[in-house]
Structures are given as C-alpha cells and as structure tokens.
C-alpha cells in the first residue's frame, strides 16, 4: 500500500485487516513518524516512496478520474476513507481522504 500523506494521522483503518503482513510505502522524510505512529506501526515493512526515474507521459492529455470504488470494489460516489481512483489514462491509484 501507498500512502502520499507527509504526516500521518490516527485511527483505526484497519480493522481485522492482516497488516504485520503487508507493506506499507510513505514518503521518506515521513518513515519515522509512520514506524512510531498507531496503526501505521503495525505494517510488517515500512519503506520509502522511491523513483523510478521514468515519468508517465500522457502526450499532455489531461488525466482525470473515471471512477471511484470502495475497498470492496463497489462504485462509490464518495472519497471518505479510503478508496481505490481508476484514472482516465488506465491507471489507478489508492486514494485516502
């Protein structure tokens, strides 16, 4: 999982959710704060956001999103929590708000 937030923030996003199994990448600057801050912490690798030195060139298409769903893959309307983006350009990201 990928999380772009600099500082991350409290509460239980997890629940039932095996995550000491799971990898989790921040931002570098944030790897300290993310490894002592509840439920963070509780990821079984946490590692830096790294480049790849390749940038996606979309022919400067504007890229927008085509649809937003939940963690169960339903369509939703909404973007609280945590949600999956499918992009105009085919990619997709996790998104939490």
Known sequence: MTCEIATPINGDFFPGTPIDQA???V???SLDAY???SPWSGFGT???ITS???NYNTANKEVTIDA???LDGKRSN???GLN???MSDGTTRKVMK
Request: hydrophobic letters at 35%.
């Open 27 to 29: 931002p570098e600057a």
């Open 84 to 86: 999956i983006i499918r």
């Open 52 to 54: 790849t030195g390749i």
């Open 23 to 25: 990898t989790l990448y």
């Open 35 to 37: 490894r002592t801050t």
């Open 46 to 48: 946490i590692l830096p």
């Open 78 to 80: 909404g973007y609280r």
């Open 68 to 70: 937003v769903y939940d």
